[in-house]
């Protein structure tokens, strides 16, 4: 439809310089600029460098996905921008370009949550989420799960993790075997020739004593820890670490703990749909569990394709135009970049 909202995306978050450009529920463009390859060497992003990159990149990626959409600035409806949660430095760059391009062309501005982004970002993909639904956002930042009565408006949280998150995890075990940064990709390959039940590691507060206090909870460095002490006794006997079985039984233990919660939200709830979202839903066993799980139940899942998944412009644009078309107030322009900004604030 002619009449959509055409919004532009934002994103520098992280590490990955994002431009993405929808009109309704259409993606007509998302152009990614990452600096992975400058922090794969520290085995972490490195917050400096981040905000570095994002500001070679920003102009250069915005006239790319302006070019692959086909538009011009003057056609676009309104820019959106992610506000936080994430790097302090990083955002800034996004924020910044933002009110800039907004202020040259006269267009309206919305700063938005990160995280709600991540939920919206599925409606490109499948079309008008239906609400109430539970979403799971699982990457290297964030682990948590919340209910969505209203995306405009705001989101509860049911739960998140208590220590590390999820993708953190599995960075973090990649990097104990071995394997390149970030890990997820690498552990989701090598899981492939594993063994998923060679070895036992634990399912982080799943125990009935955590379960009263921690529900919806996540824990994944205990798990991050057998793996460890499991490697190390390997090593110390001086016997090879199998690696594929080890990445399959940290993975499947992962998987386990994230899809039964998610499902325990959703029909506790009673609700039919689980969204999930973020890098660590690129998961192919993530992915393939859910589904399998959900379906019992008559649940179902929404996951978007594994590049929607981990952080980009379109993401921004797609809860942009959810906002437009429900006919929430632009942001005022002098809207910050908050690195802590909660999970319950969709819009600044
Ligand atoms: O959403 P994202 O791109 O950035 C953050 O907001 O953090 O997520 C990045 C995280 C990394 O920890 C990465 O290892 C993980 O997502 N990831 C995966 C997979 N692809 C990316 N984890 C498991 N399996 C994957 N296939
Ligand atoms: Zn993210």
């Given at each position: 439809?002619?009449?959509?909202?055409?919004v532009?995306?934002i994103?520098?978050?992280?590490d990955?310089?994002?431009?993405?450009?929808v009109?309704?529920?259409?993606?007509?463009?998302?152009?990614?600029?990452?600096?992975?390859?400058?922090?794969?060497?520290?085995g972490?992003?490195?917050p400096?460098?981040a905000?570095?990159?994002?500001?070679?990149a920003?102009v250069?990626?915005?006239?790319?996905?302006?070019?692959?959409?086909g538009?011009t600035?003057?056609?676009?409806?309104a820019?959106?921008v992610?506000?936080?949660?994430?790097?302090?430095?990083?955002?800034?760059?996004?924020?910044?370009?933002?009110?800039g391009?907004a202020l040259?062309?006269e267009?309206p501005v919305?700063?938005?949550?990160h995280?709600?982004?991540?939920?919206?970002?599925?409606?490109l993909?499948?079309g008008?989420?239906p609400?109430?639904?539970?979403?799971?956002l699982v990457?290297?930042?964030?682990?948590s799960l919340?209910?969505?009565?209203?995306?405009?408006?705001g989101?509860?949280p049911?739960g998140a993790?208590?220590?590390?998150a999820?993708?953190?995890?599995?960075?973090?075990?990649?990097?104990?075997?071995g394997l390149p940064?970030?890990?997820g990709?690498?552990i989701?390959?090598?899981?492939?020739?594993?063994?998923?039940?060679?070895?036992?590691?634990p399912r982080?507060?799943?125990?009935?004593?955590?379960?009263?206090?921690?529900?919806y909870?996540?824990?994944?460095s205990?798990?991050?820890?057998?793996?460890?002490?499991?490697v190390?006794?390997?090593?110390?006997?001086?016997e090879?670490?199998?690696?594929?079985?080890?990445?399959?039984?940290?993975?499947e233990?992962?998987?386990?703990?994230l899809?039964?919660?998610?499902?325990d939200?959703?029909?506790?709830?009673?609700?039919?749909?689980?969204?999930?979202?973020?890098?660590?839903a690129?998961?192919?066993?993530?992915?393939?569990?859910?589904?399998h799980?959900?379906?019992?139940?008559?649940?179902?899942?929404?996951?978007?394709r594994?590049?929607?998944?981990?952080?980009?412009?379109?993401?921004?644009?797609?809860?942009?135009?959810?906002?437009?078309?429900?006919?929430?107030?632009?942001?005022?322009l002098d809207?910050?970049?908050?690195?802590?900004?909660p999970?319950?604030?969709?819009?600044?």
């Amino acid at each position: 439809m002619a009449d959509e909202p055409l919004v532009l995306g934002i994103e520098t978050s992280c590490d990955e310089t994002g431009v993405g450009i929808v009109r309704g529920h259409t993606l007509l463009a998302d152009a990614i600029a990452s600096s992975v390859e400058q922090h794969a060497r520290f085995g972490g992003v490195v917050p400096e460098v981040a905000s570095r990159a994002h500001l070679e990149a920003i102009v250069p990626t915005m006239d790319r996905a302006l070019k692959e959409a086909g538009v011009t600035l003057a056609d676009i409806d309104a820019i959106a921008v992610t506000s936080g949660p994430g790097l302090a430095g990083a955002l800034l760059v996004g924020v910044a370009a933002a009110k800039g391009y907004a202020l040259a062309a006269e267009k309206p501005v919305y700063g938005v949550n990160h995280l709600a982004a991540h939920v919206a970002v599925d409606t490109l993909e499948h079309g008008p989420l239906p609400e109430p639904a539970v979403a799971m956002l699982v990457s290297g930042g964030h682990s948590s799960l919340l209910l969505v009565d209203d995306l405009a408006r705001g989101v509860t949280p049911l739960g998140a993790t208590i220590d590390d998150a999820a993708g953190e995890a599995f960075d973090k075990v990649a990097r104990l075997l071995g394997l390149p940064f970030p890990g997820g990709p690498y552990i989701d390959r090598e899981a492939r020739a594993g063994d998923p039940a060679a070895i036992g590691f634990p399912r982080g507060l799943t125990a009935a004593k955590d379960l009263a206090a921690h529900r919806y909870d996540f824990s994944f460095s205990g798990l991050k820890t057998a793996v460890a002490r499991w490697v190390e006794a390997r090593q110390r006997a001086g016997e090879p670490v199998p690696v594929a079985d080890v990445a399959a039984s940290f993975q499947e233990a992962v998987c386990d703990v994230l899809t039964a919660k998610a499902l325990d939200a959703c029909r506790a709830n009673g609700i039919e749909t689980l969204v999930i979202g973020g890098g660590v839903a690129a998961n192919s066993r993530l992915r393939a569990m859910a589904e399998h799980r959900a379906a019992k139940h008559g649940i179902r899942v929404r996951v978007p394709r594994p590049k929607l998944c981990t952080d980009n412009g379109a993401m921004v644009a797609a809860l942009g135009s959810h906002l437009v078309a429900a006919g929430v107030t632009p942001s005022r322009l002098d809207l910050p970049a908050d690195s802590a900004l909660p999970l319950t604030t969709v819009s600044v």
